[in-house]
């Protein structure tokens, strides 16, 4: 976001905090959470403003929106302030209540059991709920635009095995076919960044921009990727499952092997890592790091044992 929009977020921001105040009166500054092209976010008190990307499509977002403010939601997702947006520079800018994220230098305190309990009350929630139109979860374009951003970035040694592992997964994880499955309300870009504390002490999950029908497998393909990458501890990936499945969730079998679901989505949770991982070491001219060369490695590992679940979905 340019230096010129910036201040006029966060203008917004105090306003929409102290909405019957001409001026601030609480004292407190304006600070940045994040700014990055998909998504601003500025805090001031208790108030959050996103700007959203560019281009963003409104009547898509005004549905995920719904999907956060309707009831059935609530304790699930962080509802938004009002059901609207406004504009700024292009870019549609909607409004939250702030939350406590987790703590990254305690990894120990990571809530994977709420985390996953979360998930599994989002993937339950009934058809009847969901508005007309709610658009498919953007996890395989997200996926998609990394493999891309890859290419993008030029010639590497490292490119080779994360293009071939995203060769050999099914046309719909490439975001390149209709989903087979899109009976379920999903988060699309589920990590531990994407949970909050609320003011009561209770989880909410937060980040509506990937919200759609979908796989829910793909909601848990990220924990999955770190697991099998050697990123997260089995114990901490057996915590996650366990919550999940204990809160009746249904993108894995209660009782049998849940690989066979998790499988592609994994895969291409972890080349979408590894793509990201080369863009951004070559944009900051840096050599790879050890986690990121883990990853890679397993791309590598993938390319060779293609998924056995690819079925007619594969091209």
Known sequence: MTAEVLPALSAKVRAAAHPAAEVCVCGRDTSVLADRPDGTVVRHGGTVAK????????????????????PALDGILLPPHGPGTTELDGRPVTFWSYGTPVDREDPDAAPWEEAATLLARLHLTPDSVLPPGLPPMRGPAKAARAVARLRAAGPHPAATPVLRAWAVLPAWARDEAPMPDLGTLCHGDL???????????????IDIDD????????????????????????????RFLTAYRK?????????????????VPAR????????????????????????????????????????????????
């Open 51 to 70: 700007a959203h990307a560019a281009g963003t499509d409104l009547t898509e977002l005004a549905t995920r929106l719904a999907v956060a403010a309707h």
């Open 247 to 263: 809160a009746g969730g249904t993108a894995v079998p209660a009782d049998s092997d849940p690989w066979p679901a998790l499988d």
């Open 191 to 205: 990590h531990l960044g994407q949970l909050v504390r609320s003011g009561n002490g209770d989880w909410l999950l």
């Open 268 to 315: 291409a949770l972890s080349v979408q890592t590894a793509a990201q991982a080369i863009a951004k070491s070559v944009a900051a001219g840096r050599p790879l790091d050890e986690v990121e060369t883990s990853v890679i490695d397993a791309c590598d590992r993938m390319a060779a044992h293609p998924p056995e679940l690819a079925g007619d979905y594969a091209t």
């Open 211 to 238: 919200l759609g029908r979908g796989d829910p497998a793909w909601d848990l393909a990220r924990p999955a990727a770190w697991f099998a990458c050697g990123l997260l501890a089995p114990d901490e990936w057996t």
